[in-house]
């Protein structure tokens, strides 16, 4: 006897099963940053920027696909905390350069093991993680993409 399928549980939404885990994925991370002073969105600005540093303001919300409204406040913090500095680009005024304070710089080696101590409470190997990092932006981008399709700027 085959079992019908009813496609509007809860539990049988890819967008829940997304949301839910990016919530425990957030609640697994404050203790594991406590330690460092950081909140995971600015721990995601930190990554960012110690891949590269210097990036103007609307590239870094880009690439942490945050708008501006929730980021600058972030960086505010993330300045009067001494670990990046926000400078006008001498060539365009309208741009704002976010760039890491030695105190930012020094951040990455004490964050080197936050990783590592995810994977193990996600019971997780390390070529699982990729994998699984790596199917999840393959999804990001077809989602983008098709949004692109549908909703033209």
Not at 122 to 137: H, K, M, N, V, W
Request: proline letters at 5%.
């Amino acid at each position: 006897m085959t079992r019908s399928l009813d496609w509007l549980q809860l539990d049988r939404q890819l967008c829940f099963a997304l949301y839910s885990a990016s919530l425990a994925m957030t609640k697994i991370y404050k203790p594991l940053l406590e330690p460092l002073g950081l909140t995971y969105p600015q721990y995601l600005v930190l990554l960012a920027l110690w891949e590269r540093d210097g990036l103007a303001v609307n590239e870094l919300g880009e690439r942490l696909f945050l708008d501006s409204g929730t980021l600058t406040p972030l960086l505010k913090r993330m300045e009067a905390a001494g670990w990046l500095q926000r400078s006008r680009d001498a060539a365009d005024e309208r741009r704002v350069i976010v760039t890491l304070t030695p105190e930012g710089r020094a951040l990455r080696r004490r964050a080197q093991a936050v990783p590592k101590a995810l994977a193990e409470i996600a019971g997780c190997t390390a070529d699982e993680l990729i994998s699984l990092t790596e199917r999840l932006q393959q999804l990001r981008t077809q989602l983008l993409d098709a949004r692109s399709l549908t909703h033209p700027a």
